[in-house]
């Protein structure tokens, strides 16, 4: 049995960056406004930008570790386009 050919993971965005809380809270305030406004928004590094537009349904996972000193919260959500945002379950 042969196994379906598995999507290639593609990294669009990996960054990492010392903020204060103020500013992550402003970043994450503006990431919230213009998913209201417009249902996307938009990263910019240097002058290269990267839209980021989700589905109308998301799958959010929230996640706050601890080891040792260092503490970690990640918010994720994921989404899906094309032929498997269309994928439902039915009964017939």
Do not use: C
């Not at 928004?41 to 040792?68: A, D, M, N, W």
């Amino acid at each position: 049995m042969q196994k379906p050919n598995k999507p290639v993971t593609e990294v669009l965005i990996k960054h990492k960056e010392q903020q204060s809380v103020e500013e992550f809270a402003t970043m994450l305030e503006a990431i919230a406004q213009k998913l209201k406004e417009n249902g996307e928004f938009t990263f910019v590094r240097g002058t290269e930008p990267t839209t980021v537009r989700p589905s109308e349904q998301l799958k959010i996972e929230y996640s706050y570790t601890k080891k040792g000193e260092k503490h970690s919260f990640e918010i994720e959500f994921d989404w899906y386009t094309g032929n498997e945002a269309l994928k439902k379950i039915t009964i017939e």
